[in-house]
């Protein structure tokens, strides 16, 4: 167990809806990644918060947002969901700001888009 | 930009076989380099991770060197076990686009039998 918590475990939607995906991180840390993993695109970074902050962006699309909240959980919001979008989403959390800082990795949000 | 190249799998191994999977990095400056581990159904956890040229990662008998000269990261292990079997990540964390960020490779799936 990492210690990073994810919710929904699972997601089942239909195109053109919008969800949001919950992450909160292991005790005392600050900064929180997300990553899409897909078949055909593999694992891709989306974006990084630190401390309430973005701090770094990835591949992610406009049609998805995040943020960070003054108790350090995340959420990341897809929206104008298209089929492409099914994916496994993780977050991941570290205690810095650093991306070469451990990165701790929650068990995953499955989205299936129908 | 910085990307990772790792063989592709699946790789089928006996079990107490040799280990090898090949990762090849293109980065600008100087990158920390990881491997990470996914078992079924769970996310990544870090298996090991080289700072600098010539360090060397070690972790639950798996080891990678890191080699500037030949941008590698090759992952290696003397004799695996059944509980081995999972996919095997490699990833750099470096500046690109102007952030620092963590690039996976495709992965490599291992299975090993008994």
């Known amino acids: 167990d990492s210690g990073v918590t994810q919710t929904p475990k699972h997601l089942i939607t239909a195109t053109g809806q919008r969800v949001t995906l919950r992450c909160s991180p292991r005790?005392?840390?600050?900064?929180v990644y997300w990553y899409q993993q897909s078949l055909d695109q593999g694992l891709q970074f989306l974006i990084q918060y630190y401390n309430g902050e973005e701090r770094a962006k990835g591949n992610i699309l406009e049609r998805f947002s995040a943020q960070q909240f003054p108790d350090l959980h995340s959420e990341l919001n897809l929206s104008s969901l298209e089929l492409g979008d099914s994916a496994l989403y993780f977050c991941?959390?570290?205690?810095?700001?650093?991306?070469?800082?451990?990165?701790?990795f929650g068990p995953g949000t499955r989205l299936t888009v129908l | 930009g910085n990307s990772v190249t790792q063989m592709e799998g699946p790789v089928t191994l006996s079990e107490e076989a040799f280990l090898t999977i090949n990762c090849t990095y293109t980065?600008?400056?100087?990158?920390?380099l990881f491997w990470y581990v996914q078992y079924p159904g769970e996310g990544l956890q870090l298996l090991l991770k080289a700072t600098k040229a010539d360090d060397k990662g070690s972790n639950k008998g798996f080891e990678a060197t890191y080699r500037k000269e030949t941008t590698s990261f090759h992952l290696e292990k003397g004799s695996v076990q059944v509980s081995d079997s999972a996919v095997y990540f490699c990833a750099l964390s470096g500046y690109t686009g102007g952030s620092e960020k963590l690039v996976f490779g495709k992965g490599t799936k291992l299975t090993v039998n008994p």
């Open positions: 991941a959390s570290s205690a810095d700001r650093g991306s070469s800082d451990t990165q701790y």
């Open positions: 980065a600008t400056g100087y990158p920390s």
């Open positions: 005790s005392g840390d600050l900064s």
